[in-house]
Nanobody
Framework: QVQIVESGGGLVQPGGSLRLSCAAS????????MCWFRQAPGKEREGVSC????????YYGDSVKGRFTISRDNAKNTVYLQMNSLKPEDTAVYYC????????????????????WGQGTQVTVSS
């Protein structure tokens, strides 16, 4: 069964850190572009960070550059999102999604091009 399961969300104070995990099963995520999206209440879903297939390029949204880092552990078939210096405006449900086979992401991802989505994990940044 092809699926994605996110974990690692929670409540954190401003300036704190969290690491989100995206575990894939039923496919090899190294062969696909993989992205993290987020959606806050009343806002559109936005692409946060992506990692291209194999050893391809990385993408970061302007609002998270320098604070978030995406990585992949092929042995665990898992993608991570390390989030540092968190701000209240980072509060959202974070989703991991599978992109095109052998995909390369250099610009903001288009959600409709991502076919497998996780259930989401809530990140709340508040004092």
């Amino acid at each position: 069964q092809v699926q994605i399961v996110e974990s690692g969300g929670g409540l954190v104070q401003p300036g704190g850190s969290l690491r989100l995990s995206c575990a894939a099963s039923g496919f090899t995520l190294d062969y696909h572009a993989m992205c993290w999206f987020r959606q806050a209440p009343g806002k559109e879903r936005e692409g946060v960070s992506c990692i291209s297939s194999a050893y391809g390029s990385l993408y970061y949204g302007d609002s998270v550059k320098g604070r978030f880092t995406i990585s992949r552990d092929n042995a665990k078939n898992t993608v991570y999102l390390q989030m540092n210096s968190l701000k209240p405006e980072d509060t959202a449900v974070y989703y991991c999604a599978r992109g095109p086979f052998l995909g390369v992401v250099r610009t903001a991802p288009v959600a409709s091009e991502y076919d497998i989505w996780g259930q989401g994990t809530q990140v709340t940044v508040s004092s």
